[in-house]
């Protein structure tokens, strides 16, 4: 019974600011761990400069998403 109480707490109007951040938080520590991780989908050290497209593209994708969550929390806010 204590998990749907802590459900109700997390998304209730007051915490979807938290959530937010979090949210981001989780995907920006992500992003750092995926990018200092040596498993890459393409290893910097066999294509060389071409292995960091990958790093880019990520970054990339993670920084529309909080662009895009962050304009709707201020939409909706």
């Known amino acids: 019974m204590l998990i ?3 459900l109700r707490q ?7 600011a938290w959530t937010y951040r979090i949210r ?3 995907i920006l520590l992500t ?3 995926y990018v200092l991780s040596p498993l890459d989908i393409l290893p ?3 294509l060389g400069f071409l292995g960091f ?3 880019i593209f990520i970054i990339l994708c ?3 998403y909080v662009i895009i969550v962050y304009r709707e929390f201020l ?3």
């Open 4 to 6: 749907p109480h802590i």
């Open 10 to 16: 997390i998304f209730s109007v007051q915490s979807i």
């Open 24 to 26: 981001v938080i989780l």
């Open 31 to 33: 992003v750092i761990g």
């Open 44 to 46: 910097e050290s066999v």
């Open 53 to 55: 497209f990958d790093d």
């Open 62 to 64: 993670a920084a529309l």
């Open 75 to 77: 939409s909706h806010g």
